[in-house]
């Protein structure tokens, strides 16, 4: 049992490690892009000021990505995934057992 926990540890942090390498490369696109088009916007057509579109749209994207990926999102808390998770699984062992009483008119 021991074993299985370490394995599903080792999941967990692995999926995590993956989620923030996500938020960086998301972070270092965004960092390079968007000046890239302020100085296009600016160079080609500066009466109309577009890029902060972009920024503002993109940068709310990028806020939230690394709100989730370092588990800061306040609504939903650091281990509402747990929760949840054990939450389901209780619900389907209670009906399981349910199940295996009634089967055998316990």
């Known amino acids: 049992m021991e074993h299985y926990n370490e394995r599903e540890a080792y999941k967990r942090a692995k999926k995590k490690v993956k989620e923030i390498k996500g938020f960086y ?4 696109c965004y960092c390079i892009v968007i ?4 100085f296009v916007n600016l160079k080609f057509s500066p009466e109309f000021q577009w890029f902060w579109f972009s920024m503002v749209g993109w940068g709310t994207g990028v806020l939230f990505h690394g709100l989730s990926a370092f588990n800061v999102v306040p609504f939903l808390g650091s281990d509402w995934e747990d929760r949840k998770l054990r939450e389901f699984v209780q619900k389907e062992e209670n009906s399981s057992t349910f ?6 008119g316990d």
């Open 35 to 38: 000046p890239i088009l302020i």
């Open 99 to 104: 199940k295996n009483h009634k089967q055998y």
């Open 25 to 28: 490369y998301n972070l270092l």
